[in-house]
């Protein structure tokens, strides 16, 4: 059986991935400092872990995303 990758992650699994509480996640999306969410069907919100984990790395600022 093939495990899928993961692309989105859920608000709380993005704080994680990035070690920070949800608190201080919400308020560095809220000031642009992080993306924000890709919205599904109008209401749901992911992240791209694509780019939490670019930026996670160092392999990208996060300032050098467009959001």
Do not use: C, H, Y
Not at 3 to 15: H, M, V
Not at 48 to 65: M, P
């Amino acid at each position: 059986m093939t495990t899928a990758n993961q692309i989105l992650a859920r608000e709380s699994t993005a704080a994680k991935m990035l070690d920070m509480p949800l608190k201080e996640f919400r308020a560095l999306v809220a000031s642009g400092s992080l993306p924000k969410p890709i919205k599904i069907g109008g209401k749901v919100e992911r992240w791209s872990v694509k780019q939490l984990e670019a930026i996670s790395s160092g392999t990208v600022l996060s300032e050098d995303f467009e959001w």
